[in-house]
């Protein structure tokens, strides 16, 4: 074979594999003999030689994936690929030298990712291929009564939804080793004690700047007393370790903080290995430079944390990365907190996390918002401090200029609804309406015959007199000859005008009476209103949708015709759920 198709081979099975995560034969075989198209006599050997190379590099880890992209200069393209998506979103960091800018994300795998997380882990990411470098995933997973493998796998499988491709993942529980070793560095040195106080006693001497009387203990006593608390010898909120801070700063972070505790439970990666535990505070800074981190981004609500961490780096003499903060990004209408919406979870005010009036990254993926919209929406806040609490339409409308293209049109008729029986110029019809008025997207083909009953918006033919006429939407003029109520149900009658659409005719959507399905839209609503759970935050709409609904799939994205755009939730017995996407 020759050498410039294996090399080909090589080349696309690779930049498949990185871009995708996996490599599949099928998705490259095409693009590597579109370039060699004088050996097409060839495909049944290319396309062997293509599955034993995609066999070999999906059996790669990690980084021997990345050492053979470097080889073939593929790492280089396809973060190219990705600077280029987002090119007109410029993010300077400070101190940046180009190809060695390395950030980290470090989610706690203690619930779902949300709004805010989008913004921090697209700033993390965006920001190293804005220099060539890369980005960490790591977990601080440090609490073992919150972290759970279950959120670690949802954490993975929401960042690689937006398209995020960490160069390694990491667990802060693996190091905890190494963070004992540093805690009893600094104790020697004197900047940390064990206290034995009560969590009372704690907090009531930091507001009165009142330093400990445990301060007192020599460095090998708090040596013995912290390799007691490693041991296990004490019992939670029996001893913590403790920061020589300084009690006279303004900054009351500063004020003698927590390094260590006890939590004694079961952890979901080291099992019943550990019962002394790190705070973020601490093993943040230190992970941060042991990991090779140049530049930690986090948001502002930790830059009075700022002096504690460069100050533990400091005294452990450790390579200080630069801390870059950003403002905090929330919705409005929609909290971020854990605090808030765990309560409405647990009495069942909201569906759980990825109810669609939440702001989770789960929420939105089944509300039908795309990924891109996610990333462009966050990404054009920058790293700006300026707090920011947008409303959801800035989102919605970056989402709607993504989907209206491949969105296909269907015919909904909410409740309350009216029926029209057509007399029609013949006595069978066949109608094929385009999926989308612009877009290649297929038709479907509607029969109807002389008589036939179809249902049309209330609203639409309440206010009519007989004589008036209207368009029903891809079908044909109708003018209304008769309309009377009929066991609360407006009832008309109608016949169809031969000639061309008047001017300001209306157009109305419509479906046939007997093959009408039944559907209901749930319409997500801001689910706080000045800082209360509002009641009627969700709001649904029952009416009918056409026959063809019932072919499209779960999570397909449709634009109900003057209504809006839904997706496809789930298919029920009696009906079909759609979710209200946006307008």
């Given at each position: 074979?020759?050498?410039e198709?294996?090399?080909?081979?090589?080349?696309?099975v690779?930049?498949n594999?990185?871009?995708?995560?996996?490599?599949?034969?099928?998705?490259?075989?095409?693009?590597?003999?579109?370039?060699?198209?004088?050996?097409?006599?060839q495909?049944?050997?290319?396309?062997?030689?293509?599955?034993?190379?995609?066999?070999?590099?999906?059996?790669?880890?990690?980084?021997?994936l990345?050492?053979?992209?470097?080889?073939?200069?593929?790492?280089?393209?396809?973060?190219?690929?990705?600077?280029?998506?987002?090119k007109?979103?410029?993010?300077?960091?400070?101190?940046?030298?180009?190809?060695?800018?390395?950030?980290?994300?470090?989610?706690?795998?203690?619930?779902?990712?949300?709004?805010?997380?989008?913004?921090?882990?697209?700033l993390?990411?965006?920001?190293?291929?804005?220099?060539?470098?890369?980005?960490?995933l790591?977990?601080?997973?440090?609490?073992?009564?919150?972290?759970?493998?279950?959120?670690?796998?949802?954490?993975?499988?929401?960042?690689?939804?937006?398209?995020?491709?960490?160069?390694?993942?990491?667990?802060?529980?693996?190091?905890?080793?190494?963070?004992?070793?540093?805690?009893?560095?600094?104790i020697?040195?004197?900047?940390?004690?064990?206290?034995?106080?009560?969590?009372?006693?704690?907090k009531e001497?930091?507001?009165?700047?009142?330093?400990?009387?445990?301060?007192?203990?020599?460095?090998?006593?708090?040596?013995?007393?912290?390799q007691?608390?490693i041991?296990?010898?004490?019992?939670?909120?029996?001893?913590?370790?403790?920061?020589?801070?300084?009690?006279e700063?303004e900054?009351?972070?500063?004020?003698?903080?927590?390094?260590?505790?006890?939590?004694?439970?079961?952890?979901?990666?080291?099992?019943?290995?550990?019962?002394?535990?790190?705070?973020?505070?601490?093993?943040?800074?230190?992970?941060?430079?042991?990991?090779?981190?140049?530049?930690?981004?986090?948001?502002?609500e930790?830059?009075?944390?700022d002096?504690?961490?460069?100050?533990i780096?400091?005294?452990l003499?450790?390579?200080?990365?630069?801390?870059?903060?950003?403002?905090?990004?929330?919705?409005?209408g929609m909290?971020?907190?854990?605090?808030?919406?765990?309560?409405?979870?647990?009495?069942?005010?909201?569906?759980?996390?990825?109810?669609?009036?939440?702001?989770?990254?789960?929420?939105?993926r089944?509300?039908?918002?795309?990924?891109?919209?996610?990333?462009?929406?966050?990404?054009?806040?920058?790293?700006?401090?300026?707090?920011?609490?947008?409303?959801?339409?800035?989102?919605l409308?970056?989402?709607?200029?993504?989907?209206?293209?491949?969105?296909?049109?269907?015919?909904?008729?909410?409740?309350?609804?009216?029926?029209?029986?057509?007399?029609?110029?013949?006595?069978?019809?066949?109608?094929?309406?385009?999926?989308h008025p612009?877009s290649?997207?297929?038709?479907?083909?509607?029969?109807?015959?002389?008589?036939?009953?179809?249902?049309?918006?209330?609203?639409?033919?309440?206010?009519?007199?007989?004589?008036?006429?209207?368009?029903l939407?891809?079908?044909?003029s109708?003018?209304?000859?008769?309309?009377?109520?009929?066991?609360?149900?407006?009832?008309?009658?109608?016949?169809?005008?031969?000639?061309g659409?008047?001017?300001n005719?209306k157009?109305?959507?419509?479906?046939?009476?007997?093959?009408?399905?039944?559907?209901?839209?749930?319409?997500?609503?801001?689910l706080?209103?000045?800082?209360?759970?509002?009641?009627?935050?969700?709001?649904?709409?029952?009416?009918f949708?056409?026959?063809?609904?019932?072919?499209d799939k779960?999570?397909?994205?449709?634009?109900?015709?003057?209504?809006?755009?839904?997706?496809?939730?789930?298919?029920?017995?009696?009906?079909l759920?759609?979710?209200?996407?946006?307008?």
């Amino acid at each position: 074979m020759d050498e410039e198709i294996i090399k080909e081979i090589k080349y696309q099975v690779l930049k498949n594999a990185l871009e995708y995560k996996k490599a599949d034969a099928n998705k490259v075989i095409g693009k590597i003999i579109s370039q060699f198209p004088d050996k097409k006599n060839q495909i049944k050997e290319i396309l062997e030689l293509t599955k034993k190379e995609v066999e070999r590099i999906n059996s790669l880890n990690p980084e021997e994936l990345e050492q053979e992209a470097k080889k073939y200069n593929v790492q280089k393209e396809v973060e190219k690929k990705i600077k280029e998506d987002f090119k007109f979103y410029k993010i300077n960091l400070p101190e940046a030298k180009r190809g060695e800018v390395i950030t980290r994300f470090p989610p706690e795998p203690s619930g779902y990712l949300h709004i805010g997380h989008a913004k921090a882990i697209c700033l993390d990411y965006y920001a190293a291929l804005e220099y060539e470098g890369k980005m960490l995933l790591r977990f601080d997973d440090t609490n073992p009564q919150k972290a759970k493998q279950e959120y670690v796998d949802l954490i993975k499988k929401e960042i690689e939804w937006l398209g995020i491709q960490p160069y390694k993942e990491s667990y802060s529980s693996d190091y905890i080793p190494t963070l004992y070793n540093y805690a009893k560095e600094i104790i020697k040195l004197g900047r940390a004690y064990v206290c034995n106080c009560s969590a009372q006693e704690i907090k009531e001497n930091r507001i009165k700047k009142i330093r400990c009387s445990c301060t007192r203990k020599t460095s090998s006593k708090n040596l013995e007393d912290f390799q007691a608390m490693i041991n296990g010898e004490y019992n939670q909120a029996e001893a913590i370790l403790r920061f020589v801070g300084d009690m006279e700063s303004e900054n009351t972070v500063m004020h003698d903080p927590t390094l260590f505790r006890i939590i004694k439970a079961f952890h979901y990666r080291q099992k019943e290995k550990y019962v002394c535990w790190p705070t973020y505070d601490f093993a943040a800074p230190i992970l941060d430079s042991i990991e090779g981190v140049t530049h930690a981004m986090r948001s502002k609500e930790y830059e009075l944390r700022d002096e504690l961490y460069y100050k533990i780096l400091e005294i452990l003499r450790l390579r200080k990365p630069t801390v870059v903060s950003f403002s905090r990004l929330a919705i409005k209408g929609m909290p971020v907190s854990k605090r808030l919406i765990t309560p409405l979870i647990e009495q069942k005010l909201v569906e759980g996390y990825d109810d669609p009036r939440l702001p989770t990254l789960a929420a939105f993926r089944r509300r039908g918002i795309k990924a891109e919209a996610i990333k462009e929406f966050v990404l054009a806040f920058g790293l700006t401090k300026v707090e920011s609490e947008p409303n959801l339409e800035k989102l919605l409308a970056i989402n709607k200029k993504l989907i209206d293209g491949s969105s296909q049109r269907r015919f909904f008729v909410p409740w309350p609804y009216a029926k029209i029986k057509l007399q029609l110029l013949t006595e069978f019809r066949q109608l094929s309406i385009k999926n989308h008025p612009i877009s290649n997207l297929g038709q479907r083909i509607i029969e109807i015959k002389n008589g036939q009953i179809v249902y049309v918006p209330a609203a639409d033919v309440e206010n009519l007199k007989e004589g008036e006429r209207i368009r029903l939407k891809d079908f044909c003029s109708i003018v209304i000859t008769k309309k009377e109520m009929k066991k609360d149900e407006l009832y008309l009658e109608a016949k169809e005008i031969s000639g061309g659409i008047l001017e300001n005719e209306k157009k109305i959507q419509w479906v046939k009476e007997d093959e009408k399905i039944l559907a209901k839209v749930y319409i997500p609503k801001e689910l706080y209103v000045e800082e209360k759970y509002n009641p009627n935050s969700l709001e649904i709409v029952e009416g009918f949708v056409e026959k063809s609904c019932q072919q499209d799939k779960e999570g397909q994205i449709v634009q109900f015709e003057r209504f809006g755009f839904v997706i496809l939730d789930k298919k029920e017995d009696s009906y079909l759920k759609y979710i209200f996407s946006c307008k």
